[in-house]
């Protein structure tokens, strides 16, 4: 009982101490931010009032109008002051470059705080952990083992396109968004898990719920500050309803890595004796077997790749999609040249060798990923100061790459707002910076995988695009990317498809 009171009042003393940490690096960031060029500071609140009550899909927009008020200026980073955090965005590849090419400055943003609970894989590692497991898990996207994935990738694609043809015979609009997000989920957990999950076939899986309810529940959370309080989290009930989502996320994943097990166990599935050839998972289970790895990174891994791996892939597929169907010459270019390289029957498999010669997909991919960046940004928290292109960002700060302001740089891609995939010919690509256009990031912590889902997208869009013909059932800005993780479409991705005879 005598304890009582001295324990509340040491309580009470951390507690004042750690918002006096806080107000001490919220003056630091205000110092410095005051002198970085951005939009008008309010005296507490700063920049907040950019976000307040202004709907998700307005997000991306206000950036990049920020951005170019800033270019207009001779600006080239534009910095966003909220209460204690500090956010620098470099608006040129060149600008960038310092952070891209530090091999130290690899910690991600504040704002991943929310993501601990739930991915604690590659994504968010940093140091020695973070070289050792990107070196255990690259050999998956060995050219040799994603040409490997081609079964998979054409025969979900398939299902996909069967699952749409309802909409083909009756002329109803579909908002294929969905139909893509529970392919995309099913090719990565068969490829890289070698577990069937047969999302296509039950729509309403609650893992790509759950996904999307987190994902909200995430931005909210960088955007308000009051929920970085974390009595106040749990006080308004935001913990419950994370904690929901967590539940029903991992024991999504738990049950994939215990059936994988299973199976390896009871002989039903066989892993291959080379770990050349092993999928994923089963690379993480051998590394578990011999201690290089343990079961919570397992888990942690398992949960990355499985977000990481069919989110982003949905996102990108659904807004090439989208500019297909509202630019009908580009999309009979698309088909043409898939009849030429794949020939004339829609529902044969194509192969790698095919894949890899259809370049003005390609280009249509590039342009795609330009205008609608299937990661808007990523942070990362500076360890040290840093000076960018003169300015002085100080330790603590966030900087961010970030597609959403580069590829819209009218300096460097003139009409930024048109949609034109020869801007990625080759000779246009050489004038530009190499970090103006970062889809996948770059540097050390690039996105490891690419090229799978370049080559899983590429396959995916040579299966609808060979059955059917694609037009928009909105004008093209009544639906517009969201500033989450990922770039949502606000309002679904509503087409009308014709089958092609
Ligand atoms: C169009 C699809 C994709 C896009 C646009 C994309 C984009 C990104 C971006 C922007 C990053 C952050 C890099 C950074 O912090 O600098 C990243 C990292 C990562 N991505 Fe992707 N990604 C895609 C598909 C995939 C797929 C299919 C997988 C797995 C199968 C994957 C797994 C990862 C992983 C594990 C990381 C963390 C890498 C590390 O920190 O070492 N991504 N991705």
Redesign the pocket.
């Known amino acids: 009982m005598a304890l009582i009171i001295p324990v509340f009042i040491a309580l009470v003393v951390i507690y004042i101490l750690s918002f006096y940490k806080k107000f001490q690096n919220h003056l630091k960031f205000k110092y410095y931010g005051s002198k970085i060029p951005g939009p008008p500071l309010q005296p507490i609140m700063g920049n907040t009032y950019i976000f307040q009550n202004r709907p998700n899909e307005e997000f991306q927009i206000v950036f990049r109008e920020e951005a170019r008020k800033a270019r207009e200026r001779g600006d080239t980073v534009i910095r966003f002051l909220l209460p204690g955090k500090l956010i620098v965005w470099p608006l040129t590849g060149k600008a960038l470059a310092q952070l891209l090419e530090s091999t130290t400055e690899i910690h ?1 943003g504040s704002d991943y705080s929310m993501f601990e609970p739930w991915i604690g ?3 968010l590692l940093v140091g020695d952990r ?1 070289k050792s497991h ?1 070196k255990m898990i690259s050999p998956t996207f060995h050219f040799a083992k994603l040409e490997g994935y081609f079964n998979v990738f054409n025969s979900e694609s398939k299902i996909f396109t069967e699952c749409l043809e309802k909409f083909a015979e009756s002329g109803e609009t579909v908002d294929i968004f969905p139909y893509i997000n529970r392919c995309l989920l099913d090719i ?1 957990c068969e490829t ?1 898990m070698g577990t069937k999950v047969d999302a296509q076939l039950n729509h309403d899986h609650p893992y790509l719920k759950a996904v999307k309810g987190y994902a909200t529940l995430m931005l909210k959370h960088s955007m308000t500050p009051i929920m970085w309080n974390s009595f106040l989290f749990w006080a308004l009930g935001y913990k419950k309803q994370q904690d929901d989502y967590l539940r029903i996320l991992k024991t999504f994943t738990a049950d994939v890595i215990a059936e994988r097990k299973a199976a390896l166990k009871s002989g039903e599935v066989e892993s291959s004796s080379s770990k050349r050839n092993m999928n994923f998972l089963d690379m993480m289970l051998s590394m578990t077997e011999s201690n290089q790895l343990s079961e919570e990174d397992l888990r942690n891994e398992v949960d ?2 499985m977000f ?2 069919h989110d ?2 949905t996102t ?1 597929s659904s807004w090439t999609v989208w500019c297909l169907a509202h630019h009908p010459e580009i999309q009979q270019k698309v088909y043409e040249e898939l009849i030429d390289v794949c020939g004339e029957d829609p529902n044969i498999d194509v192969t790698y060798e095919q894949v890899n010669k259809l370049n003005y997909l390609d280009l249509v991919m590039k342009e795609s ?1 330009r205008l609608y960046p ?2 808007p940004g ?1 942070q990362r928290q500076l360890q040290k100061d840093m000076i960018i292109d003169g300015y002085t960002v100080p330790a603590g700060s966030n900087v961010a ?1 970030a597609p959403v302001a580069l590829h819209s740089n009218h300096l460097v891609f003139k009409n930024p707002e048109i949609f034109d995939p020869n801007r990625f010919l080759p000779e246009e690509c050489a004038k530009r910076h190499p970090y103006d256009y970062v ?3 770059a ?1 050390i ?6 090229k ?2 370049v080559l ?2 590429k396959v995916l869009m040579t299966h609808l695009v060979r059955n059917y013909k694609i037009e928009p059932k909105m004008k093209l800005e009544e639906t517009l990317p969201c500033f989450k993780i990922v770039s949502t479409p606000s309002n679904g991705i509503p087409v009308k498809l014709t089958k092609r005879v």
């Open positions: 991600k894989g590659l994504l973070w990107r990565i890289a990355t790749f990481g791996g982003t892939t990108s990923k299937p990661v990523v790459i889809p996948f990031s540097g912590k690039n996105c490891i995988g690419q799978f889902a899983n997208e």
